[in-house]
């Protein structure tokens, strides 16, 4: 189950600082918030679009910036998800690893299809009203390129790649993948050469695939095993400050309609209501056990707009003022 809560590595705002792009003016671009690139940051599908978008247009061409993006993006700045593909034993593995954990980083999900001498990849996203930003599909494709070519130490080509948009400079993407490339197609393809998927990665780390893995696939195994009131709880509990909190933008972000969420929560014995009440609790009691925040804040942090809407809430959830229940949690847990 996909939710459009996305993590943005802070390695990504390094290789836009490198591709001569800055992060700042990005972030601006984008009306996001500036203090998202010092620390780690969660956006909504639409606000990693408009990310996206923003560095598009600063770039100028669209191949152009895939091209800087993906070439000067260092392998030290990984996240672990992609790290786990960069020290994979060969091409496929690699490939089959990141098909797999794209599962933990949405927006887009990975189709790979063996067939005679060649392996295609086809890109599907999840619903969003925002279109996506063909510098994005563009990037994910090329860093599939670039991943095997960095792993086998070797100048692998494409069979071909298709693109759904015009991309800008289609030669400089012709020159960089070494193939054809086709627009306005009806898909994001990209098709590889079957031979190169077996190819060795000189990459390879044994024992850092032995650390990385069962973790990834313990993190995998847990968020795909939500059931449905937990994956509207935990979208509630991102969105309680951001004010995004009727049924229909979650449904949305779960990829069904309000009725169907509606019906799902129904048959699982709760209510979009019950679920907003117990995440608002549920953080409340979270936030409360910081003694770094105060109160007005943590009123604010989940979703009230005056601190006495909050107080007549948690009286009603603990009987007991938060102050009375923070000072009583604070004793009996002292911080360290």
């Not at 998202?36 to 996206?52: D, G, H, L």
């Not at 695939?209 to 937990?230: A, F, M, N």
Request: aromatic share 8%.
């Amino acid at each position: 189950m996909k939710s459009d809560r996305i993590k943005i590595p802070p390695g990504f705002w390094s290789g836009l600082q490198q591709s001569g792009i800055s992060p700042d003016d990005v972030a601006r671009a984008a009306q996001l918030p500036l203090t998202m690139i010092a620390e780690p940051a969660v956006v909504t599908a639409a606000q990693y679009f408009r990310i996206w978008q923003a560095y598009s247009d600063l770039v100028g061409d669209i191949a152009i910036g895939i091209i800087k993006l993906v070439t000067v993006f260092e392998t030290t700045q990984y996240p672990p998800t992609v790290l786990a593909t960069y020290h994979a034993r060969n091409y496929r593995d690699a490939l089959t690893r990141m098909a797999r954990y794209k599962q933990l980083c949405p927006p887009e999900s990975l189709r790979i299809t063996e067939e005679g001498d060649h392996c295609t990849i086809e890109l599907e996203w999840i619903r969003s009203e925002q279109p996506v930003p063909p510098v994005l599909v563009g990037t994910t494709l090329a860093f599939l390129l670039e991943l095997g070519r960095r792993g086998t130490g070797q100048t692998l080509t494409a069979r071909s790649v298709e693109f759904s948009h015009p991309m800008g400079d289609v030669k400089a993407l012709e020159t960089f993948f070494g193939c054809p490339i086709r627009v306005s197609a009806p898909h994001n393809r990209l098709t590889l050469h079957r031979r190169d998927l077996d190819r060795p990665f000189i990459s390879y780390n044994k024992e850092l695939l032995e650390i990385l893995t069962p973790v990834l696939d313990r993190t995998l195994d847990e968020h795909c095993s939500r059931s449905i009131p937990e994956m509207v709880k935990w979208i509630l509990k991102r969105s309680l400050t951001g004010g995004q909190l009727d049924i229909r933008a979650v449904a949305s972000e779960l990829g069904m309609s309000d009725r169907t969420l509606q019906r799902r929560l129904t048959d699982e014995g709760t209510t979009f209501k019950q679920l907003l009440t117990q995440a608002r609790h549920e953080q409340a009691r979270e936030y409360l056990a910081d003694p770094k925040l105060d109160i007005k804040e943590v009123a604010f942090l989940i979703g009230y707009e005056d601190q006495n809407s909050f107080y007549r809430a948690f009286r009603l959830w603990e009987g007991d003022t938060p102050s009375n229940w923070r000072s009583e949690y604070l004793e009996k847990n002292p911080p360290s």
